[in-house]
């Protein structure tokens, strides 16, 4: 058996049925004589964002997988995998490499190399005898601890190296595990004893699987519940113990009970300090979950630190607290106040989010596009910058995984690819990325990928002509160069491409674009709808 042929055997055992890839990687050819399928890109980055998707919305039950060129397609792969790291997403990176005797060799690109220090692991086949056990230690790594990108580099000299036959590969084991039951009654006394906790939800929920759990802990003690913009979904945003979801923006509701908690329980999450990131008030009692052991005090001072699988810390909780804590508390008071919070903020918000203005307020859009969707049926998706802040703090999810959030690192043009990995993961929802006039000027060519391998997704462009958010830090060079003005008319690229493209400059027209959009998806077509905007640079800070 050649040595591509088992590769893509060994995938195929392992459930993957999309390879994301740009050529020449011998290894597609094997990959579609095995049925798995080839998505072609026009870019690599986007390609590792489409595998980045498939990993998350299944919660890693399918591994997302990528393939390039070595040389230059896999030097142009390295933010993509950089940013799977900051995220701790689990995704098979598979570049070719130079020949074996010149892959050490400057000035060639060696990836197992280069990308080890973003990487989970990165490993090189150099002896074809050893592809079983190289690729069982890359599948335990990605379905085991902390997600990361994983790369296995596969020398252009070993395509017609044999592997001895049968081929000796089972499908690795999944495993878990759990806090110290110490440490866990510590954690439960706390709890039950704190006058205003409160659960900051990060997304190792996700990974485990863990939202009822989390949900019922959360109403045990009526505990009101933030979530990291990764752990948005988790737990749902109509509830009355939500606070809302944190980025650089926020509701007001997040900073407001944060800043008043005497104890703070970070389930599933990293506490990583970020701008991105809610950013968590000093001196507070801090228990903290999560999957790394190394996290553990890198960021935050943990009073108490549990070290597992938030699926089975969350249970090995409820059960200690359930032997005193034995039916719900009264939980009316804390939701009322939630209540009044939240109302009191939207009331701020309201005349951007329901402005009559034109150009187009960014927050009338979305929020038409808010209540315009089936929230349940729809996985969104924000990109860098305006996006991200405009809608994070608005967009209420209700579902588990229908919200991809993102942000320890923030590299613009993501969220076109998220959106198309997660429609090819999970076809029957309304997959939609938000993106600005910047991030487009990214990935946008690969809008046609989304024509090309027919993955009906929805993209809305919120385009102000403008890099808005620079507008103060550059008001030299804009007002003497104009160095912060951009320009394109996107939907006629959409539709050049192939899709359906539509812009909108009215807000009586906002509601009829996204509603044709939706049914155009519904037939197949990637749609893209351009909304020309105003130059908005106001977003929902603490304090505001």
Partial sequence: MKLGTAIAEIMRREGIEILCGYPVNHLIEHAAKAEIRPVMVRQERVGIHMADAISRVTSGRSIGTFCMQHGPGAENAMGGVAQCFGESVPVLVLPMGYQRRLSHIEP???????MKPFAKSSEPIILAAEVANIFRRAFTKLKNGRGGPVIVEIPSDMWNEEVPEPLDYTPVLRTRYGADPMHVTEAANLLINAKRAVIYAGQGVHYAQAWPQLRRLAERLAIPVTTSLGGKSSFPETHPLSLGSGGLAVPRAVPKFLAEADVIFGIGCSFTETNFGIAMPKGKTIIHSTLEPNHLNKDVEAKIGLVGDAGLVLDALLEEIGKTVTSDRDALAVAAEIAASHKEWLAKWMPKLTSNDAPLSPYRVLWDLQHTVDIDNTIITHDAGSPRDQLSPFWKSTKPLTY????????????????????????DKLCINVWGDAAIGFTGMDFETAVRERIPIMSILLNNFSMAI???????????YRSTDISGDYAAMARAFGGYGERVTRPEDVIPAIERGIQKTQEGVPVLLEFITSKETEVSRPGT
């Fill in 404 to 427: 991809l959030g993102w942000g320890k690192t923030t590299q613009l043009g993501y969220g076109l690819g998220l959106a198309m990995g997660a429609k090819l993961a999970k076809p």
């Fill in 470 to 480: 620079e507008l103060k830090v550059m008001p030299v060079s804009t007002e003497k």
């Fill in 108 to 114: 060639n690109f060696n990836s197992s190399e280069a």
